[in-house]
Nanobody, 116 residues
Framework: QVQLVESGGGLVQPGGSLRLSCAAS????????MGWYRQPPGKQRELVAS???????NYADSVKGRFTISRDNAKNTTYLQMSSLQPEDTAVYYC??????????WGQGTQVTVSS
């Protein structure tokens, strides 16, 4: 049974930082592209950042220079370090594990709220 369990969300003031974690089980983690997506209120889900099995990264333009994705294959965990957070970063953040184009798994999501 595949599980992706996110943690680390919460309420933070503008300019603050948070680190999200996603612990995976039931997959050969090191072979998967791991990604973070977010869904702001009333909007569609969008890619935030991804990291391939070879550690190549991709970021949405809106988070470049502020967010950093990483992974620890020994712990089957991926992270999203978020800095200089702004109200527009408020969203539910989802962890994704992808293998090829047909295999996709999602976490349950974690809320990030940026507000003073």
């Amino acid at each position: 049974q595949v599980q992706l369990v996110e943690s680390g969300g919460g309420l933070v003031q503008p300019g603050g930082s948070l680190r999200l974690s996603c612990a995976a089980s039931g997959i050969m983690f090191r072979l998967y592209t791991m990604g973070w997506y977010r869904q702001p209120p009333g909007k569609q889900r969008e890619l935030v950042a991804s990291m391939t099995s070879g550690s190549s990264t991709n970021y949405a333009d809106s988070v470049k220079g502020r967010f950093t994705i990483s992974r620890d294959n020994a712990k089957n965990t991926t992270y999203l370090q978020m800095s200089s957070l702004q109200p527009e970063d408020t969203a539910v953040y989802y962890c994704n594990a992808a293998f090829g184009v047909r295999i996709n798994f999602w976490g349950q999501g974690t809320q990030v709220t940026v507000s003073s």
